[in-house]
């Protein structure tokens, strides 16, 4: 039998303690969640004793699909999250190269605190390296722990632009975005291989036709997928000091205009003593690097 994941209050007893804030948005997050349009999710199925197979779904919320705990991080985040000037925002819609620019801008922002030869990034996975926002903003029933962090905070996220609060987005708001794109028809390939590779084994894998419509329908993990781009590409071009618009075919082809790029962005340019550096960021994080992770 498959039972939706949103029978019952969803996840909601992963924080045993919530501040008085956290406990209003949480309520609110109940009280919407009914209301909403949904469709099943690509994975993460999984079995809860007794109960037979659950399934992830997808909740429709301002245009897009998102998973419903990443609906209750965006809420949170717009509740709650305080951002900083120096903050820098990976941003991405998922399989577009997120764990690669993770990586970059974590070597660019750190070049001068870290020996490349003994650098976090030959042991660590960039995912340790610069937090997920919109899960880990659930974490400890108040923002006390992003609080925490030092700045540069550099965070990541793959929530639209739309979603994200005035206070984030608007010209006053120093906290900047860095988002990558990619090809649309290697999204989809990406998406559908991962979705097939998380499937247990009890489970028929998911078609690629299955994936195929509900990818082009919008329904995929924050999708409709053009959406989510056009959200960032748009305020790129109306904040250009905001929002950096990379795509990832460029990226690939001449990386090296990428790290200058994105280090001019982020308000730590290379000099010219720094060349060496550059270089020395494109093989940190090249492919056969990170696939070592």
Not at 25 to 53: A, I
Not at 171 to 182: E, H, L, M, P, T
Not at 219 to 234: E, T
Not at 268 to 278: A, L, T
């Amino acid at each position: 039998m498959e039972t939706s994941i949103f029978s019952g209050s969803f996840m909601g007893n992963e924080v045993k303690q919530l501040d008085e804030g956290y406990q209003k948005t949480y309520k609110s997050f109940d009280e919407l969640l009914p209301t909403l349009p949904r469709v099943k999710g690509w994975w993460f199925p999984f079995k809860k004793k007794n109960k037979g197979w659950w399934f992830d779904e997808h909740v429709q919320y301002q245009g897009f699909w998102l998973p419903g705990h990443c609906l209750r991080g965006s809420m949170l985040i717009h509740d709650h999250f305080n951002p900083r000037p120096s903050d820098i925002i990976v941003a991405t819609s998922p399989k577009c190269g997120t764990t690669w620019l993770r990586a970059l801008v974590f070597s660019i922002v750190n070049r001068n605190s870290y020996d490349f030869t003994n650098h976090p990034l030959r042991k660590a996975n960039p995912q340790d390296l610069v937090i997920f926002l919109d899960a880990r903003i659930h974490g400890d029933g108040s923002t006390s722990f992003i609080d925490g962090f030092p700045s540069p905070r550099l965070l990541s996220t793959h929530l639209p632009y739309s979603l994200f609060p005035k206070r984030m987005t608007d010209d006053s708001s120093a906290c900047r975005f860095v988002y990558i794109c990619r090809d649309p028809k290697d999204v989809f390939v990406s998406k559908w291989h991962f979705a097939n590779k998380l499937r247990p084994k009890e489970l028929p894998p998911l078609t690629l036709e299955e994936a195929f419509d509900m990818f082009c329908e919008g329904a995929s993990h924050y999708g409709p997928f053009w959406d989510h781009v056009l959200g960032y590409w748009k305020a790129s071009l109306e904040s250009p000091k905001k929002v950096l618009f990379l795509k990832y075919e460029d990226v690939k082809k001449q990386p090296w205009d990428c790290v200058r790029k994105v280090a001019e962005f982020i308000g730590v340019p290379f000099s010219q003593e720094e060349e060496e550096d550059v270089e020395e960021i494109v093989k940190l994080c090249s492919f056969e690097n990170l696939r070592k992770k």
